[in-house]
């Protein structure tokens, strides 16, 4: 289904990614981030619609379809080194943080910081050029937000 969608990503040297592709990625790379530690919760669900409804001004239902998109992406997808380098070659950098709050968003979404999600994010971060002082800072961002 999305075989022409990820060789474009993955290709030496992929160019700008058009929206709607940009907004599939990022789809993806939350759901990855979402499914790491091998529980993908409705909160974790929810919190990804949210996120791409916002992102991406979707009414409810498209950003649904845009979801349910992404996980079968998220599915066929290669590795996360070569996707979120791709990814990074796609997005532009001013982007990029704001997606690591994302991910944050949706690793934190369950109120627990697990392990493999934060080794996930590590990783992500780093292959996105984001620093690690820049991704703590977004991760205290998301959880000051959550604290009641």
Not at 17 to 40: E, H, I, K, M, T
Not at 84 to 103: N, S
Not at 132 to 142: E, H, M, N, T, W
Request: some cysteine; aromatic content about 4%; glycine content about 4%.
């Amino acid at each position: 289904m999305f075989a022409d969608f990820l060789r474009r990503l993955t290709a030496p040297a992929p160019e700008r990614l058009p929206d709607p592709d940009a907004r599939l990625a990022l789809g993806a790379l939350l759901v990855r981030v979402a499914r790491v530690d091998g529980q993908y919760s409705q909160a974790e669900v929810a919190r990804i619609e949210r996120i791409l409804a916002l992102r991406h001004d979707l009414g409810p239902d498209d950003a649904r379809r845009l979801r349910e998109d992404a996980e079968v992406l998220e599915s066929e997808a290669p590795d996360t080194v070569r996707f979120t380098r791709a990814i990074k070659d796609a997005v532009a950098y001013e982007d990029r943080e704001a997606v690591i709050e994302a991910l944050w968003c949706v690793a934190l979404s369950d109120g627990q910081r697990d392990a493999e999600e934060s080794a996930m994010l590590r990783l992500v971060a780093n292959l996105l050029g984001i620093s690690d002082r820049d991704s703590a800072l977004a991760r205290q961002r998301v959880e000051a937000r959550q604290t009641p």
